[in-house]
């Protein structure tokens, strides 16, 4: 067999692959250690503290959006669009809207208002200035009570 170290010699190469097991052991056991309990619960508690305040910006509870004993669940119709316009909010946020140098940050407030489905459209027609309260089309269910 070709000796790869042939200036070692055997006792120093068996010494060399022992240390390397055990530093690559070493760093096995740190990975694992990085996920300890604690940080599995601060991690949860940072997502219900996001829950909360998500859920009081657009004025809902956790169970509009999550099957309550399944929480991973994607089931109910409201969490594909929550997941969609979590990714608006974070696109709004790296694009500018980020809190930083007196700027205003992107949230879910910004658009909905305290309300599941916020009055995005303008009460009055944009060009004629006409108010729209009585060509109710589908599409404009709640909008126009004065
Ligand atoms: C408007 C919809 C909505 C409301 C209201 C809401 N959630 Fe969520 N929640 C989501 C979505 C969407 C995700 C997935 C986020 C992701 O994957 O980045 C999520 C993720 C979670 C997770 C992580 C689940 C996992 O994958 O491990 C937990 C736990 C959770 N929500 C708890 C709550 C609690 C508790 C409340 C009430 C205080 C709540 N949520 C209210 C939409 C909602
Ligand atoms: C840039 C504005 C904007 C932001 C930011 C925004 N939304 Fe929305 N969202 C809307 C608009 C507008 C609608 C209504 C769409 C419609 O009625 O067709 C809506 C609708 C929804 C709906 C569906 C409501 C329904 O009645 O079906 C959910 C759920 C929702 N948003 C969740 C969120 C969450 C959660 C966040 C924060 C992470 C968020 N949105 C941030 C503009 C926004």
């Known amino acids: 067999m070709r000796n790869t170290f042939p200036s070692i ?3 120093a190469r068996t010494f060399i692959l022992l240390a390397l097991i055990w530093a690559m052991s070493f760093l096995f056991l740190q990975n694992v250690q990085a996920e300890t309990p604690e940080d599995l619960l601060r991690k949860e508690k ?3 503290e996001q829950m909360q305040i998500l859920s009081r910006q657009l004025g809902v509870t ?3 959006c999550h099957d309550t004993r399944n929480y991973k669940s994607s ?3 409201l969490y594909p669009i929550s997941l969609e ?3 608006i909010t974070q696109v709004l946020i790296d694009q500018g809207f980020d809190g930083k140098n007196g700027k205003p940050k992107a949230d879910c407030y910004m658009c909905h208002r ?3 489905s916020p009055d995005y459209k303008e009460r009055i027609h944009p ?3 006409i108010k729209k309260s009585n060509e ?3 599409e404009d269910k709640e909008e126009f009570e004065p």
């Open 62 to 64: 956790c169970a509009s």
């Open 9 to 11: 010699d055997r006792n």
């Open 75 to 77: 089931k109910k119709p």
């Open 127 to 129: 060009m004629t200035e």
């Open 136 to 138: 109710k089309k589908p």
């Open 46 to 48: 940072e997502v219900r």
């Open 85 to 87: 316009h979590m990714k």
């Open 114 to 116: 305290g309300k599941l």
